[in-house]
Nanobody, 128 residues
Framework: SQLQASGGGLVQSGGSLTLSCAASGDNLDSRAIAWFRQAPGKQREGVSCISGNGVSTYYTESVKGRFTISRDNAKNTVYLQMTNLKPDDTAVYYC??????????????????????WGQGTQVTVSS
């Protein structure tokens, strides 16, 4: 399968954006989907993850209460709604499928190579 991330852009601090991750090929309703981000000069970090059935979600501490992950399996699409954006949220955002639905995958503690398919990334820039 392939993943296509979209929805990034330039917003002011406090603004909102919704990212989409559309999958083509395999049906993803049995796969965990995660969002990662990478800022210039920094390591890629996990942001959020959702289980295949959408019941379990996980957020890194810095985005809790501001970001919401959801999925529409009928559309093979995962969303990341981002509100109250801050300049520190500026990064390229990537979506990826988890090789399994282990607790490590869902909590974004698994090695990056256990996320087997990656989208191309979408730029989010938050101005102060």
């Amino acid at each position: 399968s392939q993943l296509q991330a979209s929805g990034g852009g330039l917003v002011q601090s406090g603004g909102s954006l919704t990212l989409s991750c559309a999958a083509s090929g395999d049906n993803l309703d049995s796969r965990a989907i995660a969002w990662f981000r990478q800022a210039p000069g920094k390591q890629r970090e996990g942001v959020s993850c959702i289980s295949g059935n959408g019941v379990s979600t996980y957020y890194t501490e810095s985005v809790k209460g501001r970001f919401t992950i959801s999925r529409d399996n009928a559309k093979n699409t995962v969303y990341l709604q981002m509100t109250n954006l801050k300049p520190d949220d500026t990064a390229v955002y990537y979506c990826a499928t988890g090789w399994t639905q282990s607790i490590e995958i869902l909590t974004l503690t698994a090695p990056l190579d256990e996320y087997d398919t990656w989208g191309q990334g979408t730029q989010v820039t938050v101005s102060s």
